[in-house]
């Protein structure tokens, strides 16, 4: 495992962007890549949601999607072929997506150790809501049982991460009825609202997810760039 020398103190940048659309997000993380590479911006993490959407990654086959074209329009969802890792999975109302911009040269150089850090944020998130979760030897991402409770594709370019994690709050699990999530066959998916029979508050889980993630990757303090990012967005930089 190649890890270069961590500063003592690191300052994450965290913004809450509620309910945004995929597209609209996707093209805020290249803004953010960018400024990032050029030290710009601290280490940024979004949490947001997005409305019904079907994401391929890079090497997704499009066969797993198994929605038709009447299912897609009466449901209104998208679909977009994007440059993450991974095969097809859901995005929708009541799952937090987090998106982290971050400089693994300031931390790892190891994008496996990065996976894991991910998964060890969910995983830790899950066990203080009583939800016992953890790693399945063949597949990335965090899962309750044979059960994925929240899927994990990134794109990693000159040590910059984009894309992230979309954790099962309390989404509509009928959504991954017309996909084979992650291209996984025999596999099932959950949420916590499932695991526990409870609706959660998302601001409540993302505190929590804010809280571990800062612990898992080493962080001093977190500011709050919420004003920052939401004047990138009306600006369309």
Same mark, same amino acid.
């Given at each position: 495992m190649q890890t270069t020398k961590q500063s003592t103190f690191r300052t994450l940048a965290y913004a809450d962007l509620g309910l945004i659309e995929y597209a609209e997000a996707w093209r805020l993380q290249k803004i953010l890549h960018e400024k990032r590479r050029r030290d710009e911006i601290n280490d940024t993490l979004l949490l947001l949601e997005h409305p019904h959407t079907y994401t391929l990654g890079k090497v997704a086959d499009t066969a797993n999607i198994l929605a038709d074209e009447e299912f897609l329009n009466e449901h209104d969802i998208s679909v977009f072929e994007i440059d993450r890792g991974g095969d097809v999975t859901y995005h929708g109302p009541?799952?937090?997506?987090?998106?982290?911009?971050?400089?693994?040269? @300031?931390?790892?150089?190891?994008?496996? @150790?990065?996976?894991?850090?991910? @998964?060890?944020?969910?995983?830790?998130? =899950? @066990?203080e809501l009583g939800?016992?979760?953890?790693?399945?030897?063949?597949?990335?991402?965090?899962?309750?049982?044979?059960?994925?409770? =929240?899927?994990?594709?990134?794109?990693?370019?000159?040590?910059?991460t984009m894309h992230g994690f979309a954790f099962n709050v309390n989404p509509e699990l009928k959504f991954f009825e017309s996909i084979i999530p992650c291209g996984i066959k025999g596999k099932g998916v959950t949420s916590l609202k499932k695991e526990t029979a409870k609706e959660y508050s998302l601001n409540e889980i993302k505190i929590a997810l804010v809280k571990n993630f800062m612990r898992v990757f080493s962080y001093s303090e977190k500011k709050n760039f919420s004003d920052f990012v939401t004047n990138l967005i009306s600006k369309k930089e």
């Open positions: 009541g799952q937090i997506v987090g998106y982290a911009i971050i400089n693994l040269a @300031e931390w790892k150089k190891d994008t496996h @150790e990065y996976l894991r850090a991910l @998964e060890q944020t969910v995983i830790n998130t =899950c @066990e939800v016992s979760a953890g790693r399945n030897p063949e597949y990335t991402g965090v899962w309750v049982g044979e059960n994925k409770i =929240c899927a994990i594709g990134v794109k990693v370019s000159r040590w910059i």
